[in-house]
């Protein structure tokens, strides 16, 4: 069952959080290939990452599902049409600042899921949308408790 009317305008704000540079995607994109990385430069820290990319497949999953049933399309592209490539990802390799740059990421993509929840008036998206913002929080709180705990060692 459809729960959600054809809304182009709420389609755009989502396929911008779902397919935009800074979208879902891809911070999908960036914590599994830090995933990949890990299996050879920090592999103690594999199970880590891998929990990042599921959360944020669990969010491409959450998003793509709302964007076809308000008509659209869940293409790896922005509404403007401007499609996702590797050259959205952060290819860092100094885990420091691998944490950094993640928790920066997460920051603000916590503080756009709050923009897009109060420019959106129906409630299942909403909800659905507060699911996605508690991972995002989640996945900050991981990162934030593995970067205090690198910096105490």
């Not at 403007?80 to 993509?109: A, C, P, T």
Request: charged share 30%; proline share 0%; glycine share 4%.
């Amino acid at each position: 069952m459809n729960l959600y009317h054809k809304n182009s305008y709420y389609e755009g704000l989502l396929q911008d959080f779902y397919g935009g540079a800074k979208g879902c995607f891809s911070a999908f994109m960036h914590f599994f290939y830090q995933f990949n990385q890990s299996l050879v430069y920090q592999e103690c820290e594999k199970e880590l990452f891998e929990k990042l990319y599921n959360f944020e497949l669990e969010n491409c999953k959450m998003l793509s599902k709302m964007i076809l049933s308000l008509g659209g399309d869940n293409k790896y592209y922005s509404s403007s049409k401007r499609f996702l490539s590797g050259i959205n990802i952060d290819y860092i390799k100094n885990f420091e600042q691998v944490l950094r740059l993640d928790i920066e990421i997460l920051e603000v993509s916590v503080i756009d899921a709050k923009r897009l929840i109060a420019k959106i008036d129906n409630k299942n998206i909403k909800n659905e949308l507060n699911e996605i913002l508690k991972n995002k929080k989640n996945e900050l709180k991981i990162l934030k408790d593995k970067y205090l705990q690198i910096k105490n060692i």
